[in-house]
């Protein structure tokens, strides 16, 4: 079951957003490699998803069915609704807030480029 608003009502700017997540939870990793996992996670592991269409979820020009998605978070590691809240809806799994990175990811009112730069200063302080 999902709540909120389906894949074909996300707004141009959910979509970006999620693009944006994306793109910075995939850095450094084999774009090829990543979409043979996401089939994996679906249960499909002899059909991979090829770089190309890992690039368009990326560029927020295909956003696919919620089941992907949600395989896209597994694929990861993430924390379900960790990206799928940006679209606007949340697997049943989502639970409580795990993590700092987590809870910077649902902040409402911070843009891409805020999430980052406070991600990052967290993991920095972490080091110390």
């Given at each position: 079951m999902?709540?909120?608003?389906s894949m074909e009502r996300a707004t141009?700017?959910?979509?970006?957003?999620?693009?944006h997540e994306l793109e910075r939870r995939l850095m450094g990793l084999n774009r090829a490699a990543f979409g043979r996992r996401v089939?994996?996670?679906?249960?499909?592991?002899?059909?991979?998803?090829?770089?190309?269409?890992v690039s368009k979820w990326v560029?927020?020009?295909?956003?696919?069915?919620?089941?992907?998605?949600?395989?896209?978070e597994r694929a990861l590691d993430a924390t379900p609704g960790?990206?799928?809240h940006l679209l606007g809806y949340l697997?049943?799994?989502a639970r409580?807030?795990?993590?700092?990175?987590?809870?910077?990811g649902f902040a409402d009112g911070l843009d891409q480029k805020d999430r980052s730069m406070l991600i990052d200063l967290y993991q920095t302080m972490r080091k110390r």
């Amino acid at each position: 079951m999902l709540y909120g608003v389906s894949m074909e009502r996300a707004t141009a700017e959910q979509r970006e957003a999620f693009g944006h997540e994306l793109e910075r939870r995939l850095m450094g990793l084999n774009r090829a490699a990543f979409g043979r996992r996401v089939a994996e996670e679906e249960g499909r592991g002899d059909r991979p998803h090829s770089e190309t269409q890992v690039s368009k979820w990326v560029q927020g020009e295909y956003i696919t069915s919620p089941v992907r998605v949600f395989a896209i978070e597994r694929a990861l590691d993430a924390t379900p609704g960790a990206l799928s809240h940006l679209l606007g809806y949340l697997p049943i799994e989502a639970r409580d807030i795990l993590s700092v990175e987590d809870a910077i990811g649902f902040a409402d009112g911070l843009d891409q480029k805020d999430r980052s730069m406070l991600i990052d200063l967290y993991q920095t302080m972490r080091k110390r």
